[in-house]
């Protein structure tokens, strides 16, 4: 008999029918003469029931169905008694294909802690929360493919190691085969890396846009979708050391291009989860509800699904960074000095102001453009008032900035003077500089990283909950 998987099972399951499940054992309840095993495969967030009766298996057997034992179970559909399923399964055959001692197996049939899930990242999977995640994050990492395609857009790998340290200075990882404990060394004492692997210092890339720009000022529209590393100690629940991120890149672009892109690709992400995910937001949702009973009624957020829909129906607000500066300054808590950092022109928003003009001053998604130039990366296009760069950040609910993009400089004197006042090697950059050489064009692009928008669509708190297997500093466990 063929194996159906359990979203099959009990979508399309029609009683009578003699059907084969493989899968995990969730809970195993039940009287003397009765089981009911819950059992789940992955492929949704809702069990099979699998009724054994006590008489017709082996005792041994039915001592060994333990929550996290795999079984296969043989048997013949009925109408449900109530499991909120339309069928269940009558066991006929039920093979033990491997043990999970009570004793032992950590994830137990009760409320577990997210911090405990993390340490037993290897097993988090099979709870009900996990499963949801990791089903919504290959959802979403679909319909971004999806989108991009249907768009036009071509997927360039760009590479994940690098020799430009342009970007990040100082919070790259190095990637190096010189010895460590005792490198080849120069005259002047410092390791030398003309005999490292690649003849030269490199790292793990921060981003991959500047290949990018690369691709899109010949392909037209590109994007990139792949790891890039961070050496920052920030310990937040908002970033990792090692994160996905989605960088498109646009010829022909400018700003209001640019976040014309990112405000419908935002939304036909939120939608594809509306429509493929709902029974996993659901349970998201429910999951959350539970969380802040605890909660002051202020306190408490919107329904994750009520969310989504509320975005998805609502028209970012788009406002210049000065705007968002008065906006700010005139607000009641940076009057009753409630904001933990300064509020100036020319200072970088903290997550804590983001936060305040969406959710508090706003209440809908923003997009700010025209910062400063000075807080800003040297490749962003200059405006004329020689103060501000036209970048934009779209800021969401919960989440703070979740893209940060430009439109990017094209004229080959401006770039190149900003990159001398930022100290940057225009030699090392050579290859950068010959697309403002040569064919140069109004582009613009934006990285949105991926774990961020997997945590607002989840509604899951902490970044390292809506990745696989988490780095973070001082963790690199599984
Ligand atoms: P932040 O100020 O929040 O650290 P950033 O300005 O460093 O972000 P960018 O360099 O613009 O961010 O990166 C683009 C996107 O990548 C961000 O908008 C964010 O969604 C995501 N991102 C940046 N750093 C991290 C990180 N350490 N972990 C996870 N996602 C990140
Ligand atoms: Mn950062």
Redesign the pocket.
């Known amino acids: 008999m063929t194996r159906l998987k359990i979203k099959e099972i009990l979508k399309t399951g029609k009683t009578g029918t003699k059907t084969l499940a493989k899968g995990w054992v969730r809970t195993k309840r039940g009287s003397k003469n009765v089981n009911f095993i819950a059992l789940n495969d992955g492929s949704t967030i809702h069990n099979l029931q699998v009724v054994a009766d006590t008489g017709k298996f082996d005792e041994q057997l039915l001592r060994e169905i333990n929550t996290g034992a795999a079984l296969a179970v043989e048997g013949t559909l009925a109408e449900s008694q109530g499991t909120g399923q339309n069928v269940e399964l009558m066991a006929e055959k039920i093979e033990l294909l491997g043990k999970a001692d009570p004793e032992k197996y950590p994830i137990q049939p009760k409320k577990h802690t997210l911090e405990f899930l993390r340490e037993n990242a290897h097993l988090r999977f099979r709870t009900n929360t996990f499963g949801a995640v990791f089903r919504i994050r290959h959802a979403m990492a679909f319909a971004i493919h999806k989108y991009f395609n249907e768009k036009g857009f071509y997927y360039l790998h760009t590479p994940i190691i690098t020799a430009s340290d342009a970007e990040g200075a100082g919070q790259m990882f190095r990637v190096s085969t010189l010895d460590a404990v005792n490198p080849p060394l120069t005259e002047d004492g410092k390791p030398d890396y003309s005999k490292d692997f690649f003849g030269r210092p490199t790292n793990l890339t921060v981003?991959g846009q500047l290949e990018g720009e690369l691709g899109a000022l010949a392909l037209g529209e590109i994007y990139t979708f792949g790891p890039t590393f961070?050496a920052?100690n920030?310990n937040t629940t908002?970033?990792?050391?090692e994160?996905w991120?989605i960088e498109p890149e646009m010829a022909f672009y400018d700003l209001k291009d640019n976040m014309d892109l990112a405000e419908e690709f935002l939304k036909y992400l939120i939608n594809y989860a509306l429509e493929h995910c709902i029974d996993d937001l659901n349970f998201l949702a429910d999951r959350l509800k539970q969380e802040e009973k605890n909660k002051p009624q202020d306190q408490r957020s919107m329904d994750l699904v009520e969310k989504l829909q509320f975005v998805l129906n609502s028209e970012f607000v788009r406002i210049t960074y000065t705007e968002a500066i008065e906006i700010l300054k005139n607000s009641n808590p940076y009057k009753k000095n409630k904001f933990q950092f300064p509020v100036d022109w020319g200072v970088d928003l903290q997550s804590e102001h983001e936060r305040f003009l969406v959710e508090k001053h706003f209440k809908c998604p923003v997009i700010l453009t025209d910062y400063p130039r000075d807080i800003k990366a040297f490749y962003m296009k200059q405006n004329d008032d020689d103060k501000t760069v036209r970048a934009m950040?779209v800021l969401f609910p919960q989440i703070?900035?979740?893209?940060?993009g430009s439109q990017r400089e094209e004229v080959l004197e401006k770039l190149e003077a900003r990159m001398k006042e930022m100290d940057i090697p225009a030699e090392e950059m050579w290859w950068y500089l010959d697309t403002r050489r040569f064919g140069s064009v109004v582009h613009s692009g934006f990285?949105?990283?991926f774990?961020?928008f997997v945590q607002f669509v989840t509604g899951m708190g902490n970044?390292r909950d809506v990745i696989a297997f988490p780095r973070t500093p001082k963790n690199a466990e599984f």
């Open positions: 981003s961070r920052e920030s908002r970033h990792l050391a994160f991120m950040d703070g900035e979740i893209i940060g990285g949105l990283g774990e961020r970044i």
